[in-house]
């Protein structure tokens, strides 16, 4: 069977189980924990090219093999960040000096219209694609115009932090992680040229999200995201201020739980954000969709990073996702809940989540590493009796 988008960790586990090797048996050859071994191939971990070299070795197959070389056809082009949104990311300066600066109340509205599309629509990627080159332009310009009123010119500036907030989630989703990096940096520069201390504590959310996504990198997400609530929580006590900072509490608990502290992941999660959620409420403070939803979502991702599907499956029955905003976080709960079903293998109940998963937000789910790994996952072992569903979306997703 050729699955040519699989990602390292599966690509890692198809050629084992090829092999018909134990995860044991890998492992100790290879000088790691069979549970290291395991998140590497459900993509919860990325190994070092050491690592990654042993593997190969012991797989009898090349490095390239593994990342995306001789064996596997490489991704479709539109599974990755649109070429237009990353030029206009990288364009030189000098390409911007010759176009006169937009309003600040235009450039707002636009990004307003962005993050709506961003959180809402089905094909978000498409859309994106097709607004954000000429936004990152003509915010670009304003930014760098010289002789802006100071007003004007901190507006343009809390749009700039914003819409490269928006950039560091587009980025990451679309496998960027360089490029996520470089948004929330910019995002991190605009907000605190505005002085704006909301926004740059958002900024720091998006950054210690943009670590997040490097297998390495939990600490200092964690780090990143509780001095900015710390340094907040001095500043400013408006509810929207205490939104956010449960926020960056939250990046903390991920961390926790990607690092093997799921202990640590529950106990900030009861003692320092269910407290936060109760005062702020639902809401969606620059975006980061937090309140007693979202901290119950997170609920659901700590049991199901601590591989205990049981208690994640109880959470997940409790949460009532339609009252979040946000369609990319209704994506993210229920692939966890699909997840949470495969730890189980109830192969049919994970086809299912899956399918409505493609319903809700088909261009994530080609996007999702997660989400082909399970779909892979399901193809290889799937029963008689939905084994032409699984295979068929696995063609819709380019897997087969």
């Given at each position: 069977?050729d699955l040519?988008?699989?990602?390292?960790?599966?690509?890692?586990?198809?050629?084992?189980?090829?092999?018909?090797r134990?995860?044991?048996?890998?492992?100790?050859?290879?000088g790691?924990?069979?549970?290291?071994l395991?998140?590497?191939?459900r993509g919860?971990?990325?190994?070092?090219?050491?690592?990654l070299?042993?593997?190969?070795?012991?797989?009898?197959?090349?490095?390239a093999?593994?990342?995306?070389?001789a064996?596997?056809v490489?991704?479709?082009?539109?599974?990755?960040?649109?070429?237009?949104?990353?030029q206009?990311?990288?364009?030189?300066?000098?390409?911007?000096?010759?176009?006169?600066?937009?309003?600040?109340?235009?450039?707002r509205?636009?990004?307003n219209?962005?993050?709506?599309?961003?959180?809402?629509?089905?094909?978000?990627?498409?859309?994106?694609?097709?607004?954000l080159?000429?936004?990152?332009?003509?915010?670009?310009?304003?930014?760098r115009?010289?002789?802006?009123?100071?007003?004007e010119r901190?507006a343009?500036?809390?749009?700039?932090?914003?819409?490269?907030?928006?950039?560091?989630?587009?980025c990451?989703?679309a496998?960027r992680?360089d490029l996520?990096?470089?948004?929330?940096?910019?995002?991190r520069?605009?907000?605190?040229?505005?002085?704006?201390?909301?926004?740059?504590?958002?900024?720091?959310?998006?950054?210690?999200?943009?670590?997040?996504?490097?297998?390495?990198?939990?600490?200092a997400?964690?780090?990143?995201?509780l001095?900015?609530?710390?340094?907040?929580?001095?500043?400013?006590t408006?509810?929207d201020?205490?939104?956010v900072?449960?926020?960056l509490e939250?990046?903390a608990?991920?961390?926790?739980?990607?690092t093997h502290r799921a202990?640590?992941?529950?106990?900030?999660?009861?003692?320092?954000?269910?407290?936060?959620?109760?005062?702020?409420?639902?809401?969606?403070?620059?975006?980061?969709?937090?309140?007693?939803?979202?901290?119950?979502?997170h609920?659901?991702?700590?049991?199901?990073l601590?591989?205990?599907?049981?208690?994640?499956?109880?959470?997940?029955?409790?949460?009532d996702i339609?009252?979040?905003?946000s369609?990319?976080?209704?994506?993210?709960?229920?692939?966890e809940?699909?997840r949470?079903?495969?730890?189980?293998?109830?192969?049919?109940?994970?086809?299912?989540?899956?399918?409505?998963l493609?319903?809700?937000?088909?261009?994530?789910?080609?996007?999702?590493?997660?989400?082909?790994?399970?779909?892979?996952?399901?193809?290889?072992?799937?029963r008689?009796?939905f084994?032409?569903?699984?295979?068929?979306?696995?063609?819709?997703?380019?897997?087969?």
């Amino acid at each position: 069977m050729d699955l040519p988008m699989l990602p390292v960790g599966g690509r890692i586990r198809h050629h084992r189980e090829r092999l018909h090797r134990t995860q044991a048996a890998i492992a100790g050859l290879c000088g790691i924990t069979e549970d290291y071994l395991s998140q590497i191939e459900r993509g919860l971990k990325q190994p070092s090219h050491t690592v990654l070299v042993r593997i190969a070795t012991e797989l009898d197959i090349s490095v390239a093999a593994l990342l995306d070389g001789a064996e596997v056809v490489r991704p479709r082009a539109h599974a990755s960040a649109g070429t237009d949104v990353v030029q206009a990311m990288l364009r030189p300066c000098s390409k911007l000096a010759d176009r006169s600066p937009a309003p600040a109340a235009s450039l707002r509205s636009r990004v307003n219209d962005a993050w709506g599309i961003w959180q809402s629509s089905s094909r978000r990627f498409t859309e994106a694609d097709a607004l954000l080159p000429s936004l990152i332009t003509d915010v670009e310009i304003a930014v760098r115009a010289p002789s802006t009123e100071a007003v004007e010119r901190r507006a343009i500036l809390r749009a700039a932090a914003d819409l490269y907030g928006l950039l560091r989630s587009y980025c990451r989703r679309a496998g960027r992680h360089d490029l996520s990096l470089m948004a929330a940096d910019r995002a991190r520069r605009a907000a605190q040229d505005a002085d704006d201390p909301l926004r740059i504590a958002a900024a720091a959310w998006n950054l210690g999200h943009a670590l997040l996504s490097q297998a390495g990198d939990e600490q200092a997400a964690a780090d990143v995201a509780l001095s900015a609530a710390e340094e907040l929580r001095r500043e400013l006590t408006t509810p929207d201020a205490v939104a956010v900072r449960g926020a960056l509490e939250l990046v903390a608990v991920v961390a926790d739980a990607r690092t093997h502290r799921a202990w640590a992941a529950r106990d900030r999660l009861n003692q320092r954000v269910v407290p936060l959620a109760g005062q702020a409420g639902e809401g969606n403070v620059q975006w980061t969709v937090f309140g007693p939803t979202n901290t119950d979502l997170h609920a659901v991702s700590v049991e199901m990073l601590d591989g205990d599907a049981v208690e994640g499956l109880r959470l997940a029955d409790q949460v009532d996702i339609a009252r979040l905003p946000s369609r990319e976080r209704q994506f993210t709960f229920g692939l966890e809940v699909a997840r949470c079903y495969d730890l189980r293998r109830e192969d049919a109940a994970v086809l299912v989540h899956l399918l409505e998963l493609e319903d809700l937000a088909p261009e994530d789910l080609e996007r999702s590493p997660l989400a082909r790994e399970l779909v892979a996952s399901l193809v290889r072992r799937a029963r008689p009796a939905f084994r032409r569903q699984a295979t068929a979306l696995a063609e819709r997703l380019g897997l087969l």
